[in-house]
Nanobody, 123 residues
Framework: QVQLVESGGGLVQAGGTLRLSCAASGRTFGTYHIGWFRQAPGKEREFVASISRTGGATYYSSSVKGRSNISRDNAKNTAYFLMNSLKSEDTAAYFC????????????????WGQGTQVTVSS
C-alpha cells in the first residue's frame, strides 16, 4: 500500500478556490484509483470525487460537480482536487484514498486513507 499525505487545506473565504494535493509514497501510485472524500463535524464521511488509474475516468458528487476538478500526475505520484465557488458547507476534513478495484465506478470501495487536511470556509 502507498502512504498518502494530503496538503493544501486551511482557511478560505467563501467564493474562493481550494486546491488540495495528495502525495503518495512508493512506485505503485499509478496502479491505484484515487478518491477524495470529506467529513464535516457531526456528519458521516462522504464521497467527493474520484479518478481512475490513468485519469481517463472521473466521477463527482452532485454537491461539487460543475465547480471542481480532480486530476493526477502519476510521474509525480500526486493527485489533486481543485474546487471553486466555495461555500460554508464545504467546510470539512478532506481525505484522499486509494482503490484497487479492477474498474472504477462511483461506488467503488476505497481502503487506504491519508490523515486528512482541514478546510474551513469563512463567510
Amino acid at each position: 500500500q502507498v502512504q498518502l499525505v494530503e496538503s493544501g487545506g486551511g482557511l478560505v473565504q467563501a467564493g474562493g478556490t481550494l486546491r488540495l494535493s495528495c502525495a503518495a509514497s512508493g512506485r505503485t501510485f499509478g496502479t491505484y484509483h484515487i478518491g477524495w472524500f470529506r467529513q464535516a463535524p457531526g456528519k458521516e464521511r462522504e464521497f467527493v470525487a474520484s479518478i481512475s488509474r490513468t485519469g481517463g475516468a472521473t466521477y463527482y458528487s452532485s454537491s461539487v460537480k460543475g465547480r471542481s476538478n480532480i486530476s493526477r500526475d502519476n510521474a509525480k505520484n500526486t493527485a489533486y482536487f481543485l474546487m471553486n465557488s466555495l461555500k460554508s458547507e464545504d467546510t470539512a476534513a478532506y481525505f484522499c484514498a486509494t482503490s484497487s478495484v479492477a474498474w472504477l465506478t462511483p461506488g467503488s470501495r476505497f481502503d487506504n486513507w491519508g490523515q486528512g487536511t482541514q478546510v474551513t470556509v469563512s463567510s
